[in-house]
């Protein structure tokens, strides 16, 4: 766990109170704040069963509120819900004219649906994908832009009992590949292309070639946006907008059970292959709804805007599902932050009237060092309510925030979640928490989140330890797709008892909670979840590489940076380093991702290891960030490597 963390979130002592503005308005009071609090402590079933009645449309309600049998949850099992008619049906009677999504294009172009218009087209869509053979449970992997036929297909999905596999169109060919096979999907929905940074992005392509390895595949649905050069291979490929022009604008969404499987998204675990996260339906949808409305405090004039891909989970429970079940207005932005200039968000938010903002730790960093005069230019008074997301924020950037884009008027939300839970746990209630700036604060009610050591022993005072979940809760991961063992290894076998969330965390004398970080081998580079082995893996798949080694380390933007730490084979030993290494970054970029480029790669004859034979991650961290190394090296089996890596260039 990163010691200097703990230190420096001791010394936070600035606090900030809700104005009493905010408070007036928020959906959540403190009244019904500790009402269900209390509630969740003596009724837990019961605390479940009102809201879920309260928030979500049900076709037949529940049996019974929770089948636990440790690790595995059933939620509202005999329900029967449909995810897609709660974020469109049920907002028809009302709301038919309102806003549902804003897309704006990287180019400057602007499209809005309204939520009958967007309750229409998934209508059609989901008549496509039943016409092309699609049934309940079958995989469905989308690898698209940020566009409103990605959201389109998620909903249809949901609409007709399909399971979705959003893979992130960052991720390559090689890394979309895996994913569709691991998913067993039979259709893959994609875009010709898309745009990031004036750049088309060839998706399309990458399918073809994906799909060279994935035989189940049978049909590919293809959204014409960037009206590049593409092939489409017939009796596969369609079209998107030539299917839909020919579908009915009517489908019944079908009643399903609470577990039915909702979606997989991969994410990166401590060994080289991604984990496929199972969530299923009617737990999901409560609490990305409740937290929706807690948490952002949606109301019905507001423009919510939440700058995640949909390719990740923020993108589904808060770009998508929870905003749309809330019947909110949601702006969606193809682009990358900084196109064509570092003052493209403040502009979209001045020109959109953009109320509520939710954004990465990464992004804000990176906005403090372009400059305050980006900011500056645009009139962001629109806002009222800022959240932040992916990472822990040190409390510079949250100052920053507050203060330069939230004119110290907007709630700041420190939202601490991960793919696994579906959901923000941790988090302030903008009208009601004080926050402290780096502090997610609290956990929400219902939450059972705690700090313990490793024997499950709670822990007070200033000492970190390991953040658990000790009940479980309705969004929670059910199971990794196809591997229930490797569920029960990952999160269950650490602390008994309860979920291993893998972060490290500690509560202050107040009982806020501060998060540490990743306590293995799994890093957070620009708010992307990577795992150091599955680089490692691909590095040693170059024929040049003998053996790598991949540390994270502090990087001023980023979060943390990647390290590589690179044996040669003998054959290669003698080549120039140099375009080695910018060979080898390439490689990275290729297999898994432009996200995964190590920043540095330093050649090394060996690796320190211990006497058995494992890598001393510990000595290479403190090398990559340049920190002398303290603690025990004596079980190192040849000192020397670590002298000689110390005073070695970095290529
Ligand atoms: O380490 C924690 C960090 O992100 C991890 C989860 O990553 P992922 O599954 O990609 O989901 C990210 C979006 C929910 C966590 O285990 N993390 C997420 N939010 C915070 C955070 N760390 C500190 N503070 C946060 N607010």
């Known amino acids: ?223 014409q946006r960037s009206k590049n050069n593409i092939e489409m291979k017939s009796g596969r490929d369609y079209w998107y907008h030539e299917v839909i022009s020919k579908a009915s604008g009517d489908f019944k969404a079908k009643e399903l059970d609470s577990e039915q499987p909702l979606f997989t998204l991969y994410t990166s675990g401590t060994t080289g292959k991604p984990k496929g996260i199972l969530h299923t339906t009617a737990g999901y949808i409560l609490w990305t709804t409740l937290t929706t409305k807690w948490v952002f405090d949606i109301k019905d004039s507001d423009v919510y805007w939440c700058t995640a891909d949909i390719g990740w989970i923020t993108g589904h429970s808060y770009v998508v599902y929870g905003p749309l079940s809330c019947g909110a207005t949601v702006v969606i932005y193809e682009g990358a932050p900084n196109y064509p200039d570092w003052g493209r968000f403040w502009k979209t938010i001045q020109e959109n009237k953009i109320t509520i903002f939710y954004t990465a730790p990464t992004a804000i960093r990176a906005f403090m060092k372009a400059g305050l005069e980006w900011v500056k230019k645009y009139n962001l008074s629109s806002l009222r309510l800022l959240g932040t997301v992916g990472e822990p924020i040190n409390p510079a950037a949250w100052m920053w925030y507050q203060k330069n884009i939230g004119n110290e008027k907007c709630p700041v939300v420190d939202t601490w979640w991960q793919t696994e839970t579906g959901g923000i746990l941790i988090t302030p209630i903008p009208g009601i928490t004080s926050t402290k700036p780096g502090s997610a604060t609290f956990p929400l009610p219902g939450i059972f989140a705690d700090v313990v050591d490793q024997n499950g022993k709670n822990i007070h005072g200033d000492q970190g330890g390991y953040l658990v979940v000790k009940k479980p809760w309705p969004s929670m991961i059910r199971t990794i797709y196809g591997d229930d063992e490797r569920y029960k290894e990952t999160y269950w076998k650490r602390i008994k008892g309860a979920y291993f969330t893998g972060d490290g ?102 690796l320190p290891k211990t006497r058995s034979g494992k890598i001393m991650r510990r000595l290479l961290r403190d090398i990559a960030s340049g920190k002398q190394t303290v603690g025990d090296t004596t079980t190192l089996e040849d000192a020397g490597v670590l002298e000689k890596l110390r005073t070695q260039e970095e290529e």
Not at 23 to 31: F, G, R, S, V, Y
Not at 120 to 129: A, I, R
């Open 1 to 223: 766990m990163p010691e200097e963390n703990i230190t420096s979130v001791l010394t936070e002592k600035r606090t900030f109170s809700p104005l009493d503005s905010f408070i007036k308005q928020a959906n959540l009071k403190k009244e019904e704040y500790e009402r269900l609090l209390l509630k969740a402590n003596t009724n837990f079933e019961g605390f479940w069963s009102d809201l879920a009645l309260e928030n979500l449309h049900w076709f037949k309600k529940w049996d019974k509120v929770l089948e636990w049998n440790e690790p595995f949850s059933k939620w509202f099992t005999g329900g029967k819900v449909n995810v897609s008619y709660n974020c469109l049906d049920r907002h028809l009677e009302k709301k038919s004219n309102k806003t549902a999504i804003i897309w704006i294009g990287e180019n400057e172009e602007k499209r809005s649906v309204t939520y009958s218009e967007l309750y229409e087209e998934v209508c059609k869509f989901s008549n496509v994908l039943v016409q092309l053979g699609i049934k309940e449970k079958d995989r469905i992997v989308i690898y698209m832009p940020m566009v409103i036929e990605a959201v389109v297909a998620m909903l249809a999905c949901t609409r007709i009992g399909a399971v979705h596999s959003v893979v992130f169109g960052g991720f390559s060919t090689e890394a979309l590949a895996d994913r569709i096979n691991d998913s067993k999907a039979r259709m893959v929905i994609t875009a010709d292309g898309s745009y990031r940074r004036g750049q088309i992005v060839p998706l399309k392509l990458n399918v073809d070639e994906a799909l060279k390895k994935c035989a189940a595949v049978e049909k590919v649905i293809v959204t």
């Open 505 to 606: 965390a500690k509560k202050d004398k107040d009982g806020y909670f501060w998060l540490l970080g990743r306590v293995d081998d799994v890093i957070k580079v620009s708010g992307h979840l990577l795992s150091t082995m599955e680089v490692e893996s691909s590095l040693v798949n170059h024929t040049a590489v003998a053996e790598a080694a991949v540390v994270g380390y502090p990087h001023e933007i980023k979060g943390e940076a990647l390290c590589a730490f690179v044996v040669l084979k003998q054959d290669s030993v003698n080549k120039d380093h140099h375009l080695l290494s910018e060979e080898l970054k390439k490689h990275v970029a290729k297999e898994i991702g432009p996200v995964a480029k190590p920043d540095q790669i330093k050649f090394t004859e060996s």
